[in-house]
Protein backbone atom coordinates (compact mmCIF):
# COMPACT_ATOMS: atom_id res chain seq x y z
CA UNK A 1 0.00 0.00 0.00
CA UNK A 2 1.15 3.07 -0.97
CA UNK A 3 1.79 6.02 2.28
CA UNK A 4 0.95 9.56 1.68
CA UNK A 5 2.46 12.01 4.05
CA UNK A 6 0.10 14.75 4.41
CA UNK A 7 3.09 16.91 5.96
CA UNK A 8 5.03 16.69 2.97
CA UNK A 9 4.67 20.35 1.52
CA UNK A 10 3.64 20.65 -2.39
CA UNK A 11 3.24 17.91 -4.42
CA UNK A 12 3.37 13.96 -3.50
CA UNK A 13 4.89 12.39 -6.80
CA UNK A 14 4.59 8.08 -6.05
CA UNK A 15 5.67 5.82 -8.49
CA UNK A 16 3.33 2.53 -8.31
CA UNK A 17 5.23 0.30 -10.29
CA UNK A 18 4.26 -1.87 -13.37
CA UNK A 19 0.78 -2.61 -14.30
CA UNK A 20 -0.15 -5.33 -17.18
CA UNK A 21 -1.84 -3.95 -20.18
CA UNK A 22 -5.89 -4.10 -19.90
CA UNK A 23 -5.49 -4.85 -16.52
CA UNK A 24 -8.28 -4.39 -14.10
CA UNK A 25 -6.12 -3.03 -10.88
CA UNK A 26 -7.00 -1.44 -7.58
CA UNK A 27 -4.08 0.91 -6.38
CA UNK A 28 -4.34 1.05 -2.75
CA UNK A 29 -3.60 4.15 -0.74
CA UNK A 30 -3.34 5.51 2.81
CA UNK A 31 -2.41 8.84 4.43
CA UNK A 32 0.02 9.27 7.48
CA UNK A 33 1.45 12.19 9.71
CA UNK A 34 3.67 12.32 12.17
CA UNK A 35 1.22 10.60 15.04
CA UNK A 36 -0.02 7.67 12.51
CA UNK A 37 -2.72 7.41 9.89
CA UNK A 38 -5.19 9.98 9.23
CA UNK A 39 -8.26 10.11 7.15
CA UNK A 40 -9.10 12.75 4.68
CA UNK A 41 -12.58 14.61 4.33
CA UNK A 42 -13.32 14.73 1.22
CA UNK A 43 -11.28 12.93 -2.07
CA UNK A 44 -11.39 13.29 -5.82
CA UNK A 45 -9.14 11.58 -8.61
CA UNK A 46 -8.20 12.04 -12.28
CA UNK A 47 -6.57 9.66 -14.49
CA UNK A 48 -4.29 11.83 -16.98
CA UNK A 49 -1.74 10.26 -19.34
CA UNK A 50 2.17 12.12 -18.89
CA UNK A 51 1.14 15.31 -21.56
CA UNK A 52 -2.38 16.06 -18.89
CA UNK A 53 -5.02 14.89 -20.89
CA UNK A 54 -7.65 13.36 -19.09
CA UNK A 55 -8.48 9.47 -20.00
CA UNK A 56 -12.12 7.98 -20.00
CA UNK A 57 -13.57 10.87 -18.48
CA UNK A 58 -11.97 9.93 -15.50
CA UNK A 59 -12.07 14.07 -13.73
CA UNK A 60 -11.93 14.60 -10.52
CA UNK A 61 -14.70 11.39 -9.62
CA UNK A 62 -15.39 11.35 -6.10
CA UNK A 63 -13.48 8.72 -3.62
CA UNK A 64 -15.25 7.22 -0.61
CA UNK A 65 -12.99 8.43 2.55
CA UNK A 66 -13.66 4.83 4.32
CA UNK A 67 -11.87 2.70 0.94
CA UNK A 68 -8.85 4.59 -0.65
CA UNK A 69 -8.34 1.95 -3.69
CA UNK A 70 -8.38 3.60 -7.19
CA UNK A 71 -10.37 1.57 -9.66
CA UNK A 72 -8.84 0.95 -13.01
CA UNK A 73 -10.34 -1.05 -15.07
CA UNK A 74 -9.53 -2.43 -18.57
CA UNK A 75 -10.00 0.62 -20.55
CA UNK A 76 -8.07 2.40 -18.16
CA UNK A 77 -4.81 0.35 -18.84
CA UNK A 78 -5.09 0.13 -22.21
CA UNK A 79 -1.90 1.75 -23.84
CA UNK A 80 -3.28 0.79 -27.51
CA UNK A 81 -5.83 3.80 -26.99
CA UNK A 82 -3.99 6.27 -24.80
CA UNK A 83 -0.58 5.53 -27.08
CA UNK A 84 1.90 5.51 -23.66
CA UNK A 85 2.96 3.35 -21.58
CA UNK A 86 2.58 5.67 -18.33
CA UNK A 87 -0.43 6.98 -16.57
CA UNK A 88 -0.90 9.15 -13.71
CA UNK A 89 -3.22 9.40 -11.39
CA UNK A 90 -4.05 12.77 -9.75
CA UNK A 91 -5.31 12.84 -6.38
CA UNK A 92 -6.57 15.84 -4.34
CA UNK A 93 -7.43 15.19 -0.82
CA UNK A 94 -9.19 17.37 2.06
CA UNK A 95 -8.50 17.21 5.85
CA UNK A 96 -9.41 18.65 9.06
CA UNK A 97 -6.15 19.85 11.10
CA UNK A 98 -6.00 21.50 14.46
CA UNK A 99 -4.42 24.50 11.67
CA UNK A 100 -7.48 24.19 9.72
CA UNK A 101 -8.53 22.65 6.38
CA UNK A 102 -6.37 21.47 4.34
CA UNK A 103 -5.78 20.10 0.97
CA UNK A 104 -2.92 17.89 -0.49
CA UNK A 105 -2.25 16.78 -4.10
CA UNK A 106 -0.21 13.78 -4.96
CA UNK A 107 0.32 12.46 -8.16
CA UNK A 108 0.54 8.03 -8.50
CA UNK A 109 2.56 7.65 -12.15
CA UNK A 110 1.80 3.72 -12.70
CA UNK A 111 4.23 2.25 -15.81
CA UNK A 112 2.03 -0.28 -17.76
CA UNK A 113 3.44 -2.94 -19.51
CA UNK A 114 2.12 -4.46 -22.74
CA UNK A 115 0.79 -7.99 -22.48
CA UNK A 116 1.71 -9.13 -25.79
CA UNK A 117 4.58 -12.03 -26.27
CA UNK A 118 5.15 -10.27 -29.70
CA UNK A 119 5.51 -6.20 -28.71
CA UNK A 120 7.01 -5.99 -25.40
CA UNK A 121 7.31 -2.54 -23.82
CA UNK A 122 6.74 -1.49 -27.37
CA UNK A 123 5.78 2.22 -27.39
CA UNK A 124 5.91 4.49 -30.70
CA UNK A 125 8.89 2.47 -32.19
CA UNK A 126 11.06 2.21 -29.05
CA UNK A 127 12.11 -0.66 -26.79
CA UNK A 128 12.96 -4.35 -27.55
CA UNK A 129 10.95 -6.29 -30.05
CA UNK A 130 11.06 -10.02 -30.98
CA UNK A 131 11.72 -10.80 -34.35
CA UNK A 132 8.18 -12.19 -36.46
CA UNK A 133 8.65 -16.16 -37.35
CA UNK A 134 6.98 -17.45 -40.10
CA UNK A 135 4.42 -19.33 -37.75
CA UNK A 136 3.40 -16.40 -35.89
CA UNK A 137 0.22 -14.21 -37.95
CA UNK A 138 -0.34 -10.68 -38.23
CA UNK A 139 -3.39 -9.02 -37.13
CA UNK A 140 -5.14 -6.67 -39.38
CA UNK A 141 -3.57 -4.12 -37.05
CA UNK A 142 -0.17 -5.40 -37.46
CA UNK A 143 2.06 -4.47 -40.01
CA UNK A 144 5.57 -6.48 -41.20
CA UNK A 145 8.27 -3.89 -40.71
CA UNK A 146 11.03 -4.70 -43.31
Known amino acids: M ?10 SRIQYGDIRERQTVFV ?7 SGSVTPTKVQWSL ?12 FTDL ?4 LEI ?5 DTDVRTHKQHQILINI ?9 EIQINSVIRA ?3 FSSAI ?28
Not at 2 to 11: H, K, R
Not at 48 to 59: A, C, Y
Request: no cysteine; aromatic share 8%; proline share 6%.
Open 28 to 34: PFSYVDS
Open 92 to 100: ASVFNTAAG
Open 119 to 146: FPDLIDGEGPIEELTEDMELTEDMEMIG
Open 71 to 75: PLDYD
Open 111 to 113: DIK
Open 64 to 67: PVNS
Open 2 to 11: LSINIEDLGT
Open 48 to 59: TDIEGNFLNSRV
